[in-house]
């Protein structure tokens, strides 16, 4: 089993930055694909952005390309989201997951962190 955590949301002013983590522990996850998700009230999880177990290899929503950035660092066992030029639009829970490989969806999922952009 692997436990994720997400920590680093909080409020910011529209056009801000945030870096959010997300610390993996019961298993090693340099050899999983991560991914983060996002939901806001009244609307469906959506996919962010993702970062293939290799980490040379990254997909981004087009809602936020050029703007977020997701790295790993396997010695921490630990994944981020770089968040820049935060808009009002971004305000979401954000969740991260790993995904073993074996099947088509993500297995883990963390509790999720709050991120409220404000204009």
């Known amino acids: 089993q692997v436990q994720l955590v997400e920590s680093g949301g909080g409020l910011v002013q529209a056009g801000g930055s945030l870096r959010l983590s997300c610390a993996a522990s019961g298993r090693t996850i340099s050899s999983y694909a991560m991914g983060w998700f996002r939901q806001a009230p009244g609307k469906e999880r959506e996919f962010v952005a993702a970062l293939a177990w290799s980490g040379d290899s990254s997909y981004y929503a087009d809602s936020v390309k050029g703007r977020f950035t997701i790295s790993r660092d396997n010695a921490k066992n630990t994944v981020y989201l770089q968040m820049n030029s935060l808009k009002p639009e971004d305000t979401a829970v954000y969740y991260c997951?790993?995904?073993?490989?074996?099947?088509?969806?993500?297995?883990?999922w963390g509790q999720g962190t709050q991120v409220t952009v404000s204009s």
């Open positions: 997951a790993a995904d073993d490989g074996a099947g088509t969806t993500y297995d883990y």
